[in-house]
């Protein structure tokens, strides 16, 4: 029994290194033993952040500030994908002409721009409140496109377009065959 001592010590001992892996592996995010963690939707992040506030900076100012409860950064660090976003502003130095409100927005890293792939509501400061579809958001410009389907509310009346270019720093809003009901006040 003494000879089989050694043999059967090192077997529990590799045994347990053996699970202790498997197990570890299991809860690091990019392992998938039994895990969703290893799932397509994670297969490019490098760095995942939860309850995150991130302020984007271009030629030394900020121009926006994002608040999110998760934020994913791509392994080429490229993009960082906010979901779930709990408050976002556009800013034009330093001072806020829009807050955002979207379930997903991307951050180009080298362009410094942001877009929605999907719905968002953006309430101009002093302005028109929009809800669009694919928008896009030149922060050097602090142009907002959209390509698809749009609707803007101002001073009670709401308008739909086909698309729109909004210049925010200046104000200006151009709907695309625009329709909807504008709303007269008698004073």
Not at 67 to 82: H, L, N
Not at 83 to 101: C, P, V
Request: charged share 25%; net charge positive.
């Amino acid at each position: 029994m003494k000879r089989w001592l050694p043999w059967i010590t090192a077997a529990v001992l590799a045994a347990g290194l053996v699970w202790a892996f498997l197990y570890l592996k299991a809860l690091h995010p990019f392992g998938s033993v039994g895990t969703d963690l290893g799932d397509k939707h994670l297969a490019g992040v490098a760095l995942r952040f939860d309850e995150a506030a991130l302020v984007g900076w271009a030629d030394g100012e900020k121009v926006w500030r994002i608040q999110a409860r998760t934020v994913d950064v791509s392994k080429d660090r490229r993009r960082a994908t906010f979901r779930g976003i709990t408050r976002g502003y556009l800013l034009k130095k330093g001072r806020r002409i829009a807050s955002i409100s979207a379930n997903e927005v991307v951050y180009d890293t080298i362009t410094h721009n942001i877009s929605v792939p999907g719905t968002a509501e953006v309430e101009v400061e002093d302005g028109p409140s929009l809800k669009a579809n694919d928008i896009y958001w030149n922060a050097a410009t602090s142009r907002l496109e959209c390509l698809a389907e749009v609707s803007a509310t101002v001073n009670g009346s709401t308008v739909h377009g086909e698309r729109m270019v909004a210049d925010l720093e200046k104000k200006e809003l151009k709907i695309w065959k625009v329709r909807g009901v504008i709303r007269l006040e008698n004073e």
